[in-house]
């Protein structure tokens, strides 16, 4: 049974910086994407950052610069580095898994975690 678990979430101040992992068993030796979303109170889950299995990334706007994306490939972990963190940073983060190509349609992931909160405070 594939699953993706992530850890790492956290409080932090302006500016501050949290690294979000991401676990990923099952998913076998196929090429997948995997990626970040978030979602804030009262706001849709929107695509943070994606990792192809060419390791080509993408990054939402709101991010570019502050957040990275990475993977560890041989324990399968995903990674998130974000620096320079706001207070429209704060959401719970989740990490996402699909078969195939990249997506930034939260609808074409088949894996999801239960998500990691991320609470950034002035």
């Known amino acids: 049974q594939a699953q993706v678990v992530e850890s790492g979430g956290g409080s932090v101040q302006v500016g501050g910086s949290l690294r979000l992992s991401c676990a990923a068993s099952?998913?076998?030796?196929?090429?997948?994407?995997m990626g970040w979303f978030r979602q804030a109170p009262g706001k849709e889950r929107e695509g943070v950052a994606i990792?192809?299995?060419?390791?080509?990334?993408s990054y939402a706007e709101s991010v570019k610069g502050r957040f990275t994306i990475s993977k560890e490939n041989a324990k399968n972990i995903l990674y998130l580095q974000m620096n320079n963190l706001s207070p429209e940073d704060t959401a719970m983060y989740y990490c996402?898994?699909?078969?195939?190509?990249?997506?930034?349609?939260?609808?074409?992931?088949?894996?999801w975690g239960q998500g990691t909160q991320v609470t950034v405070s002035s």
């Open positions: 996402a898994a699909r078969l195939g190509g990249c997506s930034w349609r939260r609808e074409e992931y088949n894996y």
């Open positions: 099952g998913l076998g030796a196929s090429g997948y994407c």
């Open positions: 990792l192809a299995r060419g390791g080509i990334t």
